[in-house]
């Protein structure tokens, strides 16, 4: 079991930064390729992006290309996503989740193995 527990959003105006974390437990971090996906009210849950095991490789959704940033640190067993340039439309539910592949493209087509809770971030205009 990988329990994961995220944290770091808040109501920011449009055009903010915000940082997110996700504090991991359990079995090796390092075993498994991490994400974040995000659910906005009334939508289907939406892959944000992906890095690999060691971090040298990661994977974005196109909406929010050039303005998210995934990254980890295994010694913290935590993963970050840095988000700037924030939009309303960004407004979700931002969820951490662990997937034990090797080609994290393919985290975008299938239900992880472990999830977070879950942290709110709310973007005004």
């Known amino acids: 079991q990988v329990q994961l527990v995220e944290s770091g959003g808040g109501l920011v105006q449009a055009g903010d930064s915000l940082r997110l974390s996700c504090a991991a437990s359990g079995r090796t971090f390092s075993n498994y390729a991490m994400g974040w996906f995000r659910q906005a009210p009334g939508k289907e849950r939406e892959f944000v992006a992906a890095i690999n095991w060691s971090g040298n490789t990661t994977y974005y959704a196109d909406s929010i290309k050039g303005r998210f940033t995934i990254s980890r640190d295994n010694a913290k067993n935590t993963v970050y996503l840095q988000m700037n340039s924030l939009k309303p439309e960004d407004t979700a539910v931002y969820y951490c989740?662990?997937?034990?592949?090797?080609?994290?493209?393919?985290?975008?087509?299938?239900?992880?193995?472990?999830w977070g809770q879950g942290t709110q971030v709310t973007v005004s205009s």
């Open positions: 989740a662990a997937d034990d592949v090797i080609t994290i493209t393919t985290m975008r087509y299938r239900v992880p193995e472990y």
